[in-house]
């Protein structure tokens, strides 16, 4: 059951672990049932289904974008996203920044780190992201604040490799806030771990899981 699952996880992860409840695919009875146990966090990896869904939904419902997000689609989810985990470039957070101020709001956004083997998924480059926090002073994000980093590990049943990679991220982000005041003061949540992975993403450091089909299922 639905409401046995949520809090069955909820139990699992540590009370400084923020679960996200990925709500892709479900209907939105389905996903009033977690809201009902008092859950407001929510994803969903698509713009159009994001609208559909915050048009059919509770008003106070958090909602996230975990997946990749084509600039001209910014606008349509500027007024009221709260967390865009997807940010995989400078130009988009840029855009973002621009489209909040439009809407006199501050969307929060993580970076998008690409750890994983294949090559199809969207994120910065460890250097990349690096070179984006050496110079997040010439930015202007006046209507952003860069609170998290986001990362898939690879698509395998092989934990070694997962957790290989998931260290390594969490250490990068060590190292990262050791060099960056801005990294230091703002980066607060590691978006690591799914249904498969989400134990393994909490002890190799990750703070915030998101979860879609262990609550489903
Ligand atoms: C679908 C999705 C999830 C959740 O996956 P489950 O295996 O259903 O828990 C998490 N993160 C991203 C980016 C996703 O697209």
Redesign the pocket.
Known sequence: MIEENIVNIKQEISQNCTL?V?S??RTNEEILKVYKTGHKLF?E?RVQNLLERYNDLPKDIEWHL??HLQSNKVKFIAPFIHTI??VDSVKLLDLINKEAKSNQRTIHCFIQIHIAQEETKFGFSYSESEKLFNEINSLDLSHVNINGI?A?ASNTDNQKQVKTEFIELVNWIDDLKQKNSYAAHNIKHISIG???D?KLAIACGGNMV???????K
């Open positions: 996200v990925v892709k695919f994803a990896n975990i997946g985990q997807s986001m898939m799914m249904s498969g989400y998101r979860i879609g089909s262990a609550i489903f």
